[in-house]
Structures are given as C-alpha cells and as structure tokens.
C-alpha cells in the first residue's frame, strides 16, 4: 500500500528561523533514508536534513531563502506500507559547526560523521565518475587520492601539470632542498680551511647541477606516477573548475571533460604572492619557481622578503657566489620565529651577506638595461640600488578563488581561503578541503596529515583534525626549527611559563663539528612541567625538533624527557640537556642554585 507522509523540520537544537540555502531533490526523485534533502545554513553551522525513510518526491513545498524551524514541513514523500513505520519527524540531528578562527584560519568545530553520498543516485554524471575526485596532486592531494584507493574508493586525481607532486616536489620543497645540500658543500668545505684543509675553489657547471636537480625532481616524479598506477587511481591533467556542487569541468590538453564525483577533496594549493606596480614582465625580476631554475648566477641581487624561502634561495645563491641583499618590511628575519631563535642565523648571515635591511620596504623598481633600479624606504633604507636580479619572496596566497568554488556555494573568504571543519569538510559536507587552501601553516606536512584524514573520513572511519602542534622548519644555514608555543605567543596569552636554554657551545658534538652557534630551547608550564613548545638552532635542527613533537603530543613533562637515555655524542642530546636544566639535573653545565 502507497501513502503520503510530510516531512517536518526535526529538533535542531536553538536554532530558528533558519534560511534554506540548498534544495538537493526534485519531485519525481527517487531517494534513500537518510539521503539529504535540503541545506540549511545558521551564522555558526550549516545542516543537511535527511529523508527520514526511502519513497518518491511528491511535492515540494519550501524554496530556497525560505526560512524554517523545527515542525516546519518542507515536502511530501510517497512511501510503501513497509516503510510507514517510520514518522515524518526526523530525530535530533546534531548541528556542525563551519566557525573559523580568522587570526589563524584553523578548524574549531565540533566534527559530524559524513552522511553516506554514494548512495545517493540523483545527480548527472559526467563523462567519468568516480566516488572520490580529487583536486590537486600535490602532497596532500596526491596522499588523499592513495590513501582514499587504498579504503576501497574509485579515485580520480585532476593536476595542471604534467607531473604529480605540486608545487612541493616540483618547483618547491624537493628542488630547493637538493640545491641547499649542494651550498652545504660548498660552504662546508669553505669552512674546512679552519680545521687545516684547503679546497681549491670550486667549479660550478650549471648545466649540470641543473641536470642532478631535475634527475632528483624526476625520480620522485616517477615514483609518484607508478604508485598512482598500482592503486589503480586515474590521473587527468587539465585545470579543474566546479560547475555543480558533484561535477568539476576539466580543461584537458585534448578538450573539455566533466568529471562527477561522490565525494571530492579540494587540494588546490597556493601560488606566489605579488607586491602590485612592480614590472614584473622584466624576466630580471623571478619568484621562487625561477630562482629554481637556476638559469645564471647573477653578479648581485636583491631578495624582497626575509622569510623562510627567501632566505632559504639566499642560502644557494650565496654559495653559489652571488652577492646577496635581503630586504625584509619587519624588525628581524622570520617575523613569526622567537627573536633569540633568528639571532645565531642573523650573525652568520650579516658576515657572509652584502646587505641585510630590517624595518625597510621597496617603493619602486626601474628596469634599466644595466640592471634593476630599486628605490628604499624605512629607518634603515640605503640609497637606490642597481641590482642584477631581484627574487620575490613575499609569501604565497592560497588558490580559492581560482577553482569555482564560490559558484557552487563553497565559503571562500576574501584572501581566498576556504572554511573547513575539525573533519576537513567546507560547508558543502560533501566537499573537502585541505592543505594551503584551508589556513596556515602552509606546509607540505600539514597537508599530507590531512589528505590522510579527509580520505579516512569519506571510508566512515571516526576520525578529527586533532594535532597538537605543527612543527616549522627554515633550511637555512643554520638550520631553524619550532614548534608548539612561542615564547611570543606565551606571552601574549598570559601563560605562566619557563623557558630553558641548552647552548651548542656545551654540546660535544657539535664543538667537534665546529658548528657550537646552536640553542636548544624549551618551553613548559611552570606548574605541570609539561612540554608546551621548543625551538632549536643548529645544523640539523629540522631533524631534531621531531621529538620534541612527539613529547608535546604524548604530553610528556621534563622527568619523561630527562630520564630518556639518548645516544652520546649527538646533537639530540641537547634536548636532553634542556630538559636536566629544567630538573636541576644537569651535569654538563653548572647552574647555581637559585
């Protein structure tokens, strides 16, 4: 026996009056229970309200910008006698939250288990389909896009480019890192000559160094291809734009494709930042992808930016034996890192650099055939200077506004970033985000941990973005490395704290590596003892901060830390050490007590 049963808002907590921003069925539709029915949208929270048993859309009687409460009807659904069982009214359903902390763009919400979309069949599909697309082959795309396939999915991967791997393994990370090992070299053997050995000076061929660089790029590359391959995970290039909220345009090498989806992960990434009237047509003027390349070594150029990758391009220029100018609009280098943390590298670098200007700022570039022209100003701003080349290095802007996102509904806020949840999902709870696109940090890292994540969900598993903390890394000369609490952020928060130093120039290790500079910095609650930060200079200090990553999310205080035996002579010793300094236990160094 057919009847007809109305279907009401269900208790949805506070709220009321809520507009209808999403009507996701047609009369005539054919749905399952618990397949969504209508969007609703509050100041804090988006809601999908689900058919509460399987039937047939007979009518509906809201549209969208309506508004609702609980008890309100919405449509009409023709059900089987089997199925009249279930009521109208739909239990309490949990509200999820899409609130964004602005200051640091991260997730504060409260997470909700996805409901199951595969089930849903009412939508067109493409010319391919698949229950989980994602946008962007990056680290975290391409990490969502295996570890989705690995749970069982059909995966499509959609990159630009030619080659998996993004931004990151291309033209970032991976290239940037094979050039800083070779400025090790040269540098380290430079440095030899206090300890008696005399190198010649070095010859550089460019061509080859450029070739060992694209061989490293090339093996990852293919490595990354293969392991699409085995995971059966399809790969389209083109460029991906969102026409419905299931179905993403590609513009294809070969033409225009559609691609549906179940589910979708946008990985998107982000592109280099600007600083606007610059003649950025003059191909004197590079960004950090053309610092890559390695084309010249110009006689002498300007980095606009003392953050991590400039300083970190600096780093390889400078050994490679360029002149090297930064010029950073902030009183110190690496504006977020404690002061005394970018003290060792502000030494070594002021030495070795011909100019480091602080609280500065470029107001005009002339291109001239003899070079660019860059006009200064600030407390420390030089006469005009004619530079070779000039590296921009500003910072990067996150890729929403690029993809088609705002056309289908998806928050975007005006610097291009798209809100997500504790469970990575944008207010369209289908749709994923994760990596630069949804906040900073903007780090390659972050964004493997939450394509893992954001595929997991999709399977069902009960998981959350719960990271404690996100360890920095600048591979400079020396090495910088934090993670946790600042000392700054301490501060401003109203935490009371203690801060502990282990100096390098106590480490036996490295006074045999010559490289003594380094500090060992520990932050903990003064009243539990427990680790809330750490920061490390030194050679290495990108590989030694992981324990102390590892302390901060095991909740380890001082005495776990201290009585843990590390190996002699190490530099990991001096996480050690910081931690007997906390305990009054420390033998290495001699502290009065207090």
């Keep these: 026996m057919?009847?007809?049963?109305?279907?009401?808002?269900?208790d949805i907590g506070d709220f009321?009056?809520?507009?209808?921003?999403?009507?996701?069925?047609?009369?005539?539709?054919?749905?399952?229970?618990?397949?969504?029915?209508?969007?609703?949208?509050?100041?804090?929270?988006?809601?999908?309200?689900?058919?509460?048993?399987?039937?047939?859309?007979?009518?509906?009687?809201?549209?969208?910008?309506?508004?609702?409460?609980?008890?309100?009807?919405?449509?009409?659904?023709?059900?089987?006698?089997?199925?009249?069982?279930?009521?109208?009214?739909?239990?309490?359903?949990?509200?999820?939250?899409?609130?964004?902390?602005?200051?640091?763009?991260?997730?504060?919400?409260?997470?909700?288990?996805?409901?199951?979309?595969?089930?849903?069949?009412n939508f067109p599909h493409g010319d391919i389909h698949a229950e989980v697309v994602v946008l962007g082959a990056g680290p975290g795309g391409y990490t969502a896009a295996f570890r989705a396939a690995d749970?069982?999915?059909?995966?499509?991967?959609?990159?630009?480019?030619?080659?998996?791997?993004?931004?990151?393994?291309?033209?970032?990370?991976?290239?940037?890192?094979?050039?800083?090992?070779?400025?090790?070299?040269?540098?380290e053997a430079k440095d030899a000559e206090h300890q008696g050995i005399v190198f010649g000076k070095p010859k550089i061929t460019l061509d080859k160094l450029r070739a060992w660089k694209e061989s490293v790029i090339g093996k990852l590359t293919k490595g990354l291809k293969a392991l699409a391959k085995k995971r059966k995970v399809e790969v389209i290039q083109g460029t991906g734009q969102f026409s419905t909220n299931h179905m993403i345009q590609v513009e294809t090498p070969t033409g225009t494709k559609t691609v549906s989806f179940d589910y979708c992960i946008i990985a998107a990434g982000s592109s280099v930042a600007r600083i606007p009237g610059f003649p950025y047509d003059d191909p004197r003027i590079i960004d950090s992808t053309g610092a890559l390349k390695l084309e010249e070594i110009p006689k002498r150029m300007l980095i606009i930016g003392g953050g991590i990758i400039g300083l970190e391009m600096a780093t390889v220029y400078d050994a490679l034996g360029c002149k090297i100018s930064v010029v950073e609009l902030m009183e110190q280098l690496i504006p977020g890192a404690d002061a005394d943390l970018i003290q060792p590298l502000y030494k070594r670098i002021k030495k070795r650099y011909e100019a480091i200007?602080?609280?500065?700022?470029?107001?005009?570039?002339?291109?001239?055939?003899?070079?660019?022209?860059?006009?200064?100003?600030?407390?420390?701003?030089?006469?005009?200077?004619?530079?070779?080349?000039?590296?921009?290095?500003?910072?990067?802007?996150?890729?929403?506004?690029?993809?088609?996102?705002?056309?289908?509904?998806?928050?975007?806020?005006?610097?291009?970033?798209?809100?997500?949840?504790?469970?990575?999902?944008?207010?369209?709870?289908?749709?994923?985000?994760?990596?630069?696109?949804?906040?900073?940090?903007?780090?390659?890292?972050?964004?493997?941990?939450?394509?893992?994540?954001?595929?997991?969900?999709?399977?069902?598993?009960?998981?959350?973005?719960?990271?404690?903390?996100?360890?920095?890394?600048?591979?400079?000369?020396?090495?910088?490395?934090?993670?946790g609490l600042t000392e700054n952020a301490a501060k401003q928060q109203g935490i009371d704290y203690e801060k502990v130093t282990f100096p390098w120039a106590a480490s036996g290790r490295a006074i045999a590596m010559a490289r003594e500079e380094g500090m060992t910095h520990l932050l903990l609650d003064k009243n539990t003892r427990h680790i809330l930060g750490a920061s490390?200079?030194?050679?290495?200090?990108?590989?030694?901060?992981?324990?102390?990553?590892?302390?901060?999310?095991?909740?380890?205080?001082?005495?776990?830390?201290?009585?843990?035996?590390?190996?002699?002579?190490?530099?990991?010793?001096?996480?050690?050490?910081?931690?007997?300094?906390?305990?009054?236990?420390?033998?290495?160094?001699?502290?009065?007590?207090k």
């Design 16 to 121: 009321k009056d809520i507009p209808i921003i999403e009507i996701l069925v047609s009369p005539g539709d054919v749905v399952e229970k618990e397949a969504p029915l209508i969007t609703l949208e509050t100041d804090k929270a988006t809601l999908e309200i689900p058919a509460p048993q399987a039937g047939v859309i007979k009518e509906i009687t809201v549209k969208v910008g309506d508004k609702v409460s609980q008890g309100s009807p919405i449509l009409t659904l023709e059900t089987s006698n089997q199925q009249a069982e279930a009521t109208a009214t739909l239990p309490t359903t949990e509200i999820q939250s899409n609130s964004i902390d602005t200051a640091e763009d991260t997730p504060l919400i409260k997470p909700e288990i996805a409901p199951d979309l595969a089930s849903i069949k």
């Design 536 to 593: 490390i200079v030194g050679v290495n200090a990108g590989e030694l901060i992981s324990e102390t990553v590892l302390a901060l999310e095991m909740g380890a205080d001082m005495e776990d830390i201290s009585l843990t035996i590390h190996p002699h002579p190490t530099l990991s010793e001096t996480i050690l050490f910081a931690a007997e300094i906390a305990e009054g236990s420390i033998t290495d160094l001699y502290i009065p007590k």
């Design 357 to 483: 200007y602080l609280k500065t700022k470029v107001t005009a570039i002339e291109a001239k055939k003899t070079g660019l022209k860059v006009t200064f100003s600030g407390e420390n701003a030089p006469e005009p200077q004619t530079y070779d080349r000039i590296l921009m290095a500003v910072g990067r802007r996150p890729n929403g506004h690029d993809i088609g996102a705002e056309n289908i509904g998806i928050h975007v806020n005006e610097r291009g970033y798209i809100q997500v949840d504790q469970q990575l999902r944008t207010n369209i709870p289908h749709i994923f985000g994760i990596g630069d696109i949804v906040g900073e940090p903007m780090l390659a890292h972050k964004a493997t941990h939450e394509g893992k994540l954001a595929a997991e969900i999709i399977a069902g598993h009960k998981v959350v973005f719960d990271a404690r903390t996100i360890p920095s890394v600048a591979y400079t000369d020396p090495e910088i490395a934090w993670m």
């Design 2 to 10: 057919i009847q007809v049963i109305e279907i009401e808002i269900p």
């Design 151 to 187: 749970l069982g999915k059909k995966v499509i991967l959609i990159e630009r480019y030619p080659s998996l791997g993004g931004v990151c393994l291309n033209v970032g990370c991976i290239p940037s890192k094979a050039l800083l090992h070779v400025a090790k070299v040269i540098t």
